[in-house]
Nanobody, 127 residues
Framework: QVQLVESGGGLVQAGGSLRLSCAASGRAFSSYPMGWFRQTPGKEREFVAAISRSGGITDYHDSMKGRFTISRDNAKNTVYLQMNGLKSEDTAVYYC????????????????????WGQGTQVTVSS
């Protein structure tokens, strides 16, 4: 069982930056690829970014490439999402997710790739 707790959300002006953190419980964190998703009211959860177990492989939604960076610190059981150049359309609840045990090169971009979810953190970008 993995428990995930996101933090770092808040209100920011368009063009600004935020860094989200996701702290994970459990000893197997370094074995779990991680992902970030987001959701706005009335819409399905949307893929944002993913990172492999070691952090050597990452992937992003096309609209976030060049603006968002996912990283992880396995010694701290934490995954991060650095968000720069924020736009009003980035306003959403952001969730981190853990996939469970996977191979070292595996990353997931679909919601059903992930077994464990945090409670979410609200990001609001004002224009």
């Amino acid at each position: 069982q993995v428990q995930l707790v996101e933090s770092g959300g808040g209100l920011v002006q368009a063009g600004g930056s935020l860094r989200l953190s996701c702290a994970a419980s459990g000893r197997a964190f370094s074995s779990y690829p991680m992902g970030w998703f987001r959701q706005t009211p009335g819409k399905e959860r949307e893929f944002v970014a993913a990172i492999s177990r070691s952090g050597g492989i990452t992937d992003y939604h096309d609209s976030m490439k060049g603006r968002f960076t996912i990283s992880r610190d396995n010694a701290k059981n934490t995954v991060y999402l650095q968000m720069n150049g924020l736009k009003s359309e980035d306003t959403a609840v952001y969730y981190c997710a853990a996939s469970g045990l996977r191979t070292i090169t595996w990353i997931g971009v679909r919601e059903y790739d992930y077994s464990y979810w945090g409670q979410g953190t609200q990001v609001t970008v004002s224009s």
